[in-house]
């Protein structure tokens, strides 16, 4: 009876002892237990680090880190005044954490490749655009279907395809040109304007704002607006051709950089300073000569 209740507890003693192992009890070595916990740690601890070097998908990355594309559209890239735009553009783009996309004309009348421009720039993506447009009715679908922001400058749109516009009061500026020469020759006289392209808004605003500040002064005559499109030799031989018909010419008023730069070469090779010229828009060439 002794021995069988021996072998009892013996049994009951194992199954409780195995129990206890399966239950997660302290049954292991202390060594064992200290190798297992710093095993564990150092796994964690790799785990940690992995994480933090890891780079998360593109996908994933906050919007915010995205740079976003201006598009500048200048009427051309033939003068200086344009390329001041495009370095007033870039120094604020990078300002602000965005690019610049610039693109333009080699012509001030080519508005079939400007509105190329235009949607080439929509294809490749941008986030707002900014144009001076050579011609705002031809121009005006094309920048209506763009989804982004528009911003006009040195001539206006359609307030419906665009945001906002930048620019001088054109009629204003030239009236002030007049005015100057009528303060700078009181005796009055002859006064041709060599101007830029016939069909252009700015630049029709400009003839216009000229010649009714002129007439204001009665002692001056206008002979005459030539257009020639911003280009320098036309600009010279009309130039040549005024002095040829009016030797007693007093003044020239100049509506753009390409004018003021052939009509001004002009008189100084035929050594002409006894006429005044005023020039619309400047450049390092016009302010050196």
């Known amino acids: 009876m002794k021995k069988r209740l021996a072998v009892t507890l013996a049994a009951v003693m194992l199954a409780g002892s195995l129990a206890g192992c ?51 559209i200048p ?14 553009a870039e120094d604020a783009a990078a300002e602000h954490g965005y690019t610049i996309n610039y693109q333009g004309t080699n012509s001030s009348t080519d508005t079939a490749a400007q509105q190329n421009i235009v949607e080439d720039m929509d294809m490749a993506g941008m986030d707002a655009l900014v144009i001076s447009s050579i011609d705002a009715k031809a121009i005006n679908d094309t920048i209506a279907s763009l989804k982004v922001p528009v911003i006009t400058f040195d001539d206006e749109m359609d307030p419906s ?75 010279a031989n009309i130039m040549q051709d005024l002095l040829s018909e009016h030797p007693d010419l007093v003044a020239v008023f100049c509506c753009n950089e390409g004018a003021s730069a ?15 010229a005023v020039g619309y828009d400047s450049s390092e060439e016009l302010i050196n000569n």
């Not at 009427?75 to 007033?88: C, I, N, P």
């Not at 030239?174 to 252009?200: D, F």
Request: charged share 30%.
């Open 22 to 72: 399966a239950g997660g009890g302290t049954t292991a070595a202390p060594e064992t237990q200290a190798q297992t916990q710093a095993e564990a740690a150092k796994t964690e601890a790799e785990k940690t680090e992995a994480e933090k070097t890891e780079e998360p998908p593109a996908e994933e990355k906050p919007a915010a880190e995205a740079t976003k594309v201006i598009g500048v």
């Open 75 to 88: 009427k051309s890239t033939l003068f200086d005044f344009y390329k001041m735009v495009r370095q007033g």
């Open 161 to 235: 395809v665009c945001l906002t516009t930048v620019s001088v009061n054109h009629e204003a500026a030239a009236a002030a040109g007049a005015a100057y020469i009528a303060e700078k020759l009181p005796n009055g006289g002859k006064v041709a304007v060599v101007s830029s392209e016939a069909g252009s808004d700015v630049i029709q605003q400009r003839d216009r704002g000229f010649e009714n500040e002129l007439k204001k002064h009665d002692k001056f005559e206008l002979v005459g607006i030539y257009h020639t499109e911003g280009d320098r030799e036309k600009a």
């Open 262 to 276: 052939g009509a001004s070469k002009m008189l100084k090779d035929e050594g002409r300073t006894d006429i005044l």
